[in-house]
């Protein structure tokens, strides 16, 4: 089961890029990495999916070395409204083993 | 509106007592999850199941169990409840095991 590691916290002023770096140093040859993002009282919201190389959508970008033992979501230009936490998943979905640990995340505060 | 309803929104009952919390997905989504969210614990997947069969456990307790019904929804009981047990309860949903999870808005389950 791969084990993930995110920093507890960030902060950041509107108009920047933010990257988030997750460490998951024993990932599996099946395991993709997804990552959420959750405001509080609130169900996390899935922010993108990749399993190597770069993927991008319209809210963020998730970069992948090949080694794959970590990733990095980009957010680029943030503003007040994506403070909030922030959870990398690495596991395989179609495994009956797969524990969707969500671990403690990374708390992102954005600064005006 | 991720499209999963979770019913009710707010429970208060009783240490001793036994609830059910009602999840129905987003249609045509045949995996259901279940996730409790307490304020020391973070989040925690409890148990998944995909077109009526449990795929996969999680750290749910044996005071709790759930199933999913044929038209899908799913339900989550939980018996001879805890003060600890009070907590935030969500349940997503995704089209295939590999898809994001869309989650529901939450059951806040306080126990007195």
């Known amino acids: 089961l791969a084990k993930t590691t995110q920093p507890i916290s960030m902060d950041s002023y509107e108009g920047q890029e933010v990257n988030i770096t997750c460490s998951h140093n024993n990932i599996a040859t099946n395991d993709y990495i997804t990552w959420y993002q959750q405001f509080p009282s609130q169900g996390p919201r899935f922010i993108i999916q990749g399993y190597k190389t770069k993927v991008t959508n319209e809210v963020a970008s998730l970069f992948i070395p090949a080694d794959r033992k970590s990733s990095t979501l980009s957010l680029p230009r943030v503003s007040l409204s994506d403070t909030a936490v922030y959870y990398c998943l690495v596991g395989d979905p179609t495994s009956g083993t797969y524990k969707y640990i969500f671990g403690t995340g990374t708390r992102l505060k954005v600064l005006a | 509106d991720s499209g999963v309803t979770q019913t009710p929104k707010h429970l208060i009952t009783a240490t001793g007592q036994r609830v059910t919390l009602r999840c129905s997905p987003r249609?045509?989504?045949?995996?259901v999850y279940w996730y409790q969210q307490s304020l020391d614990q973070g989040l925690q997947f409890l148990i998944q199941y995909y077109n009526g069969e449990e795929r996969a456990k999680g750290n749910i307790l044996e005071r709790f169990s759930a199933q999913q019904f044929p038209d899908l929804h799913s339900e989550l009981n939980l018996s001879s409840l805890e003060l600890g047990d009070s907590a935030l309860y969500f349940c997503a949903s995704s089209a295939r095991l590999i898809d994001e999870q869309f989650f529901g808005p939450g059951t806040r389950l306080t126990v007195l």
């Open positions: 249609s045509g989504d045949l995996s």
